[in-house]
């Protein structure tokens, strides 16, 4: 019995440790979280390798500068980023009832395909956890502003303004 259960606690190590080997498949993701009011923005390039945080000035004269860099990055969330189906996505999801707030753009990078996917008060089951996974990487003073439960419950709130009319 001991040896049954030994051998079948080994199978399920080699499993788990051999898919944590498999190569991420190459790709960069841009997320540029915008400020329109103090006319800059913020982005945030993610690759299979390596994250770095770019500001970036919108006023004239204004140059663009690193602010926070890392190659500690998690592979087990890397390997889902690779994985997006980016055909599958639209290029624009947004919150009608809101018409200022959070808006983010991604740009995604995969193979010889690119797509940019702009969202506005809206919150995307593929795309929305990747904002978590960055913050969760980033000293606080580099997080994008995001509240997925605000943003769930604004849709929500809105599907149901758009139902009573």
């Given at each position: 019995m001991r040896n049954a259960i030994g051998l079948m606690?080994?199978?399920?190590?080699?499993?788990?440790?051999?898919?944590?080997?498999?190569?991420?498949?190459?790709?960069?993701?841009?997320?540029?979280?915008?400020?329109?009011?103090?006319?800059?923005?913020?982005?945030?390039?993610?690759?299979?390798?390596?994250?770095?945080?770019?500001?970036?000035?919108?006023?004239?004269?204004?140059?663009?500068?690193?602010?926070?860099?890392?190659?500690?990055?998690?592979?087990?969330?890397?390997?889902?980023?690779s994985e997006i189906n980016i055909d599958s996505l639209k290029t624009n999801y947004r919150n009608d009832c809101i018409d200022d707030g959070d808006v983010k753009s991604f740009t995604i990078k995969k193979d010889s395909l690119s797509?940019?996917?702009?969202?506005?008060?809206?919150?995307h089951p593929e795309l929305s956890p990747l904002i978590e996974m960055i913050n969760g990487i980033v000293p606080e003073k580099y997080q994008m502003n995001y509240d997925k439960d605000d943003l769930i419950?604004?849709?929500?709130?809105?599907?149901?303004?758009?139902?009573?009319?």
């Open positions: 606690t080994s199978i399920v190590l080699v499993f788990t440790i051999s898919c944590n080997k498999e190569p991420i498949e190459p790709f960069e993701l841009s997320v540029a979280d915008y400020n329109y009011s103090l006319a800059y923005s913020v982005l945030y390039n993610l690759t299979n390798e390596k994250l770095t945080i770019t500001y970036r000035g919108d006023l004239e004269n204004e140059k663009d500068s690193v602010l926070y860099s890392t190659l500690d990055l998690p592979k087990r969330q890397l390997k889902k980023i797509k940019t996917v702009h969202l506005s008060n809206y919150y419950q604004e849709m929500k709130n809105c599907e149901k303004y758009k139902n009573a009319d």
